[in-house]
């Protein structure tokens, strides 16, 4: 087992090169962008395209999977947004109606200077126009059928299924510009390679899946020793250094033995327990826990 370096991760498909020509054809109509990034990751998982073309628009940043996410860090990134990057922030589950309900609240918010402006004029008012972006599976089409209230906008739990534009509406109150996921040209950095990979913004596909799951088991283990060795039976007292590369494989394996991912004659099924640790990280079965910090 061996370290590789996840700059070599890129993902860009032609549709979102596509999108992102389409979405600057529509921005005159435009009058709010709301960013869902995601809770566990909200520094990878923005895409600094959005931040530009939004200079001269209102900005609402979603951390979506705040349910998934460690409370405490959260808050952080919430005060670290709203106080120091002076941008309108809500931390959310988008499967809460008591989240749906703040969101809502938000965004009429942004929508009543509009009201008030038609209503000056003597014109009929007319609905919010906002453009709802991100980088891969951070739940913008979650977020679209929600505020509608049916399933307009294909969900699925893998990058990439929203493939075109296209405006939606929502009763009176506004309309949805629904985009497809967009990632950065070429990713920045190693760790946001890292942290979007995890957190399942790239097709798994194109993924080193064992290397990936074996440094999210040795980042996960810097902030939520405790939880990992919960969850698969594994005992961290004889490891002295973090960066021991040799003993922490040796856990790694054991909490793949105690999982039974075990081939015919014994040997551990490496494939088969990276896939199953990375579906914990991503469905909250290890703990709520964050990968970045303010």
Known sequence: MADRNDRNIQWYPGHMARSTRQIKEQLSRV???????????PLSSRNPLLSELSRNKEHLLLLSHADLADPTVTEDWLDFYIQKEKLRALAVCLNSAVDLARLRKELTKFHQPILERAQSKGRQSRPLRILVGGVPNTGKSTLINALIGKRSAPVESRPGVTRTIRWLRVGTEFELLDSPGLLEAKISSDDAAFALAASGAIKDDILPLEDLAFRLFREIYRHYPADLA?????????LTDEEDFVNFYEIYLEAAQHKGCILTGGRIDTERFARMF???FRSGKIARISLERP
């Open 230 to 238: 919960d969850r698969y039976e594994v005992n961290f007292d004889a």
């Open 31 to 41: 009058d709010l962008l709301v960013e869902v990034a995601d809770a566990r990751v």
């Open 278 to 280: 990375l579906a914990d």
